[in-house]
């Protein structure tokens, strides 16, 4: 199994590039400035060691133990006397790793050769890298890889033996920038505050056009920026990014990037992956005047992400599994599976656990062990949760009612709200009047294991109005508003939960960095609004996934399936991920299986959904509908969509590949590496634009329906030099498996490209 270079902020930490501000040159105090290259000193980073919350291994020899590889002790040590022997680290949440450091046991004697493999889910794993001890010390030796997205680590020995007696691993390094240079700037506001860690300095110029460039020293694969704008709290800033190789010729990455107005901390925003050494941003002005002032200025890699097998089940086990100290040993290294597991339950130490049980608990007492748990969630809702303290729901548990997650952790020590015990997730049921089942209004909160439900069904359209004498296409059909998770404030996580039966399973009502992670989002099928056509056409709307109103969020690794309903105006309504007046949204590594429509964006004319990424999904069209991106140029009056890039998903089955009018053009949309296969149904175009987009490198196969149309022109005509019209080659589509086979044509498109 290989690596794809894939972008992810999973658990990316928006940082500040590490460097110092003692001893750099201050700007020039003269209006006549010279565009001086200003030096920063790099200041060592000091990365937080990680957790090691278990051990593992394929082998043990005696009386040694994994554990005496943790213990500090380098005295002791973990050894095995069979070749592909190995060791799994579980670092106990995701995280973002670049190297490990191991102590082999008599490595000052002899050479060690082994693999380092990781994977997100303890079951699929990855190769990251072959090395061979050097036969210096027996300390501590570094060894390191191209940052990678993970949570275990498994260390293979490549020789007849292995004896391993420390292992430790840090937070991944940070991109710094070794330099910055600036079109002017004002006196006592050099570039260099940009980049000195400290928000109350900052880079400031006046007049649109003015820019600020930084060299990476080296060329480094990044995924965007991340900015803290100087009054960025009370006005939004316009500009644009460009990268290049050499600091003279510069490619634009991003036009017309707007910060949200409404936060003095860094924001991100997000390009795709490039490849670069300097990164220059260009001032168009903000909502005040036409200065910029940067205060803080962090640069994003792409991290690497192992490959994850198409429909894995997203049920998560009830319990994790027992640790196995030593196991017994496998004949061969375990083969990584067709279709994963789904992550064990995280083994998280909290400082403080509440516990909450239907059956058993009681809310006289203290709820901090399972025999003391709370029972309702009155009792769970006035809870006071200090940062780094959680909440858990018995599993086989339901409770009537909301559960009102405000509680405020930090970036470090997140409040997690989660489950214990065995069984199915515990869940949290609409009932009366109530709209949402877990309402989210804190900050820096995981909620994780959970599944809302429906207990308030509402009623049809016809039903509410029964004395409509008109003809209605629905008249059994569920309308009204009910949300599972409802987030309406900043640095949230949902992930690993499930949720049916809603309007909107999660909805991104407010706030930025909020992420929607593994989740099962499936047969979500009430409509929000459903009036006959006969009295208002164009406004029907709900039975989605996840619905986006605001800006700067993470959906990613979930599972869709089946969220549709029906509707007045157009038969079928729905989507996997609805944008509304959403921006700079990051849509990654999704699953999609016969949803109706994989992604719509709309707004207004003055709220508009731009500069939205969607990388790596896979969507299978449902044959009542079957759209993939649906949106719209400058002339929409649903406002334009500019930004908006399409990189390297896979939609099959589809009526509706890519549909881009009303003023489509380059500016609005960025289609590369991906594969396209229409239906023989389908009857409209795979790919329809009325402009010239940015288009290379894809896979289109109308499969008999009708052609690709890019700007009038058609077929082969219309595609780009690197883009080919051909069958995909597919390995076995009636089986879900959409791997491509060996010499399929342009082999990195797609969501399982082929490197």
């Known amino acids: 199994m ?4 894939f972008i992810t902020l999973a658990s990316l930490t928006l940082l500040s590039v590490l460097t110092g501000c003692g001893g750099s040159p201050q700007a020039p105090s003269t209006t006549g400035y010279d565009t ?15 957790t090691i919350t278990r051990t593992s291994v394929s082998a043990a020899d005696g009386d040694s133990l994994p554990s005496f590889t943790t213990d500090g002790d380098l005295g002791t040590y973990w050894t095995a006397q069979e070749a592909g022997a ?14 490990l450091e191991l102590a082999f046991f008599d490595a000052n004697l002899r050479t060690t050769r082994f693999s380092v493999e990781v994977s997100l889910d303890g079951v699929a794993f990855t190769k990251v890298l072959e090395a061979e001890s050097g036969r210096t010390s027996t300390s501590l ?9 993970t949570r275990y680590v498994r260390v293979v020995s490549q020789d007849a033996r292995i004896s391993l007696a420390e292992a430790a691993f840090k937070e991944s390094t940070p991109i710094a920038a070794v330099s910055v240079r600036s079109s002017s700037a004002r006196a006592g506001f050099g570039p260099q505050a940009s980049v000195d860690r400290d928000p109350r300095t900052h ?11 930084y060299d990476l020293g080296a060329s480094k694969r990044l995924s965007g920026i991340g900015v803290a704008f100087h009054r960025g709290d009370v006005r939004q800033a316009t500009f644009d990014i460009a990268v290049s190789d050499d600091g003279q010729t510069f490619r634009n990455v991003a036009s017309g990037l707007k910060s949200s107005g409404s936060t003095l901390q860094i924001e991100p925003f997000l390009f795709g992956s490039h490849q670069a050494r300097f990164v220059r941003v260009t001032n168009s002005g903000n909502s005040e005047n036409a200065d910029v002032t940067l205060a803080e200025v962090s640069f994003l890699p792409v991290v690497l992400l192992p490959d994850r097998a198409p429909l894995a089940p997203a049920n998560p086990p009830t319990e994790p599994a027992p640790p196995s100290d030593p196991a017994p040993p496998p004949t061969e290294l375990p083969p990584s599976p067709v279709v994963p597991a789904p992550p064990p339950s995280p083994v998280t130490p909290y400082s403080k656990t509440y516990y909450l049980d239907c059956s058993s608990g009681s809310d006289s007492f203290d709820g901090t062990s399972e025999m003391t748990a709370w029972k309702s969630l009155a009792k769970a809702n006035t809870a006071a949760l200090n940062p780094g303290e959680a909440l858990l729901l018995k599993r086989n548990c339901r409770w009537d009612g909301q559960l009102s997650a405000r509680w405020n952790g930090t970036a470090s020590a997140p409040v997690t709200i989660g489950a214990y ?10 009932t009366g009047t109530q709209e949402v089942a877990i309402a989210i209004s804190g900050t820096h909160q995981v909620l994780e294991y959970l599944e809302p439900e429906v207990g308030n069904r509402p009623t049809s359209w016809l039903a509410k109005n029964p004395s409509y004498g008109g003809t209605v296409k629905c008249p059994t059909q569920a309308q009204g508003w009910r949300v599972g998770f409802a987030l309406r404030n900043s640095d949230n996580v949902v992930q690993h939960s499930r949720a049916s039966g809603f309007t909107a399973a999660i909805h991104f009502s407010a706030g930025t960095r909020n992420k929607a992670l593994y989740n099962t989002l499936t047969n979500n099928d009430v409509i929000s609004t459903n009036t006959p056509a006969a009295l208002k056409y164009d406004d029907d709307s709900g039975a989605w996934g996840v619905l986006v109103n605001a800006h700067g969020n993470e959906i990613a690794y979930n599972t869709f399936s089946g969220n549709l309903a029906c509707s007045e105006d157009y038969a079928i309504e729905g989507a996997s991920v609805e944008v509304y007046k959403g921006s700079q949204n990051y849509v990654h590594h999704n699953q999609s299986i016969r949803d109706t429509t994989f992604t719509e964006l709309g707004g207004t004319s003055t709220e508009a959904a731009r500069h939205n990424i969607f990388e790596r999904n896979l969507y299978v069209g449902h044959s009542l509908g079957g759209e993939f991106l649906v949106l719209r140029g400058s002339q929409s009056k649903w406002g334009d969509n500019l930004g908006t890039k399409a990189i390297g998903n896979t939609a099959v089955n589809v009526k509706v590949g890519v549909s881009c009018g009303e003023g489509c053009d380059a500016s609005v949309l960025e289609l590369r590496q ?10 409209k175009s795979l790919v329809w634009t009325d402009g010239v987009i940015g288009e290379s490198e894809n896979v289109f196969w109308p499969n008999g329906s009708a052609d690709v149309v890019i700007a009038g022109r058609r077929g082969t005509s219309a595609i780009s030099s690197t883009s080919r019209l051909a069958d995909p080659q597919f390995v076995d589509v009636q089986t879900d498996n959409y791997r491509r086979q060996p010499g399929a044509p342009v082999p990195v498109a797609g969501f399982f490209p082929m490197l």
């Open 36 to 50: 001086q290259e200003f030096l920063l000193p790099l200041v060592s980073p000091n990365l937080r060691p990680l």
């Open 86 to 99: 190995w060791i799994r680290f579980d670092l106990g949440a995701e995280t973002q790793l670049d190297g």
């Open 141 to 149: 030796q570094y060894f390191g890889f191209s940052p990678v997205q």
């Open 203 to 213: 880079w400031a110029a006046s007049g649109r056009g003015e820019w600020i460039r």
């Open 421 to 430: 015990g065995t069984g199915e997730l515990p869940r949290i049921r609409t």
């Open 2 to 5: 290989h690596l794809n270079k």
């Open 674 to 683: 991906n594969v396209l296969q229409g239906r023989s149904d389908a009857g």
